[in-house]
């Protein structure tokens, strides 16, 4: 499948679902999450928090409140005061384009999932992402964008995405 990689902040983008990077517990608390929970307004902490936990590379799907989408997809890339593993961020990468397509989403954007305060390397979090949206077979989507927040991390995760790309 066809991705695009692009710059900005999650919580400002417009999609039918977007993707937030979850531990097993699904409490919102920092980086995407915390964006995700403050842009959303009331509700989806408790939401997610009334769904979870999940499985470690499992997803939950709450509303998206007052997002621009349908849907926040927490996929759970870490265990709750954990760290992520290879094994880890490919299953939640795979669930929530899974969770996604069977929700009928047409778009979908997710950050590095497992590559913030979980801990993995960067580079390497965001290949295993790449190969996993790359080997996706959809039923629905067809604009999936991977997003980074800063300059710095765009142009990284742009360098990893080329090599990875269909």
Do not use: W
Not at 87 to 100: K, M, N, Q, W, Y
Not at 126 to 132: A, D, F, L, M
């Amino acid at each position: 499948m066809e991705f695009d990689v692009v710059q900005g902040d999650i919580a400002a983008q417009s999609a039918d679902a977007l993707v937030n990077a979850a531990n097993t517990s699904l409490r919102m608390g920092s980086g995407v999450a915390g964006a995700l929970k403050r842009a959303a307004g009331g509700g989806i902490d408790d939401e997610a928090v009334a769904k979870g936990p999940v499985e470690l590379g499992g997803v939950a799907t709450t509303d998206a409140y007052e997002l621009d989408a349908e849907y926040v997809i927490h996929a759970a890339a870490m265990p709750a005061g954990g760290q992520s593993t290879a094994e880890s961020i490919r299953d939640a990468t795979r669930s929530a384009l899974a969770e996604a397509d069977a929700l009928d989403c047409n778009s979908l954007v997710l950050p590095a999932l497992g590559c913030g305060i979980a801990g993995f390397d960067f580079e390497d979090g965001v290949g295993i992402i790449c190969e996993e949206l790359a080997a996706f077979e959809p039923a629905s989507l067809s604009d999936v964008r991977l997003i980074a927040y800063d300059e710095d991390e765009y142009e990284r995760m742009r360098a990893v995405a080329a090599e990875v790309e269909p």
